[in-house]
């Protein structure tokens, strides 16, 4: 069983946007307050694509196939995972923390946890695997406090 103590900071985030939250008290009635945001503009992958995927020839007679595109939501996603891994190891570097919840959706956990220096990963006491982003700071402080214990 883990505990939000004084001072553990609580990441939510899913691939587009990072909230940093520092609990200000006890993991009995946690107060967490925002630390930094961050954020990422990522357009739909049809906004992003120039064209259409390119054909090539294939052996036979007239036979053609579609090349694969690249799918640059997706690399987005994947590329904010890995900045994400950054700022927490610089922070972690620095002392900012001794204590991490992260709270993401099962998929971007694994692409942090990819990422992740061990310098952070020693951090991390506990991981909620759902998306909270978008939810109010007093009904996260319930859910993750719910979560945990």
């Known amino acids: 069983m883990a505990e939000i103590k ?3 900071w ?6 587009e946007k990072a909230l ?3 609990n200000q008290t006890d993991g009995e009635d946690p107060n967490l307050e925002v630390v930094r945001m961050e954020t990422q503009e990522n357009p739909s992958d049809r906004e992003q694509s120039a064209n259409r995927p390119g054909r090539m020839n294939d052996t036979g007679v007239q036979q053609r196939s579609a090349m694969d ?7 987005a996603k994947e ?6 891994s950054e700022i927490l190891y610089k ?6 923390f001794d204590k991490l919840v992260l709270v993401a959706s099962p998929q971007v956990l694994g692409e942090l946890r990819k990422d992740m220096h061990q310098e952070v990963t020693s951090k991390i006491v506990a991981e909620v695997p759902k998306t909270l982003t978008n939810h109010p700071i007093d009904e996260i402080e319930r859910l993750v406090k719910e979560e945990i214990a």
């Open 69 to 75: 595109d690249t799918d640059w939501h997706e690399l």
């Open 20 to 22: 940093f939250l520092e």
């Open 79 to 84: 590329r904010f995972a890995a900045d994400l």
């Open 10 to 15: 609580v990441v939510i985030t899913d691939s």
């Open 91 to 96: 922070q972690a570097h620095k002392g900012r």
């Open 6 to 8: 004084q001072g553990t």
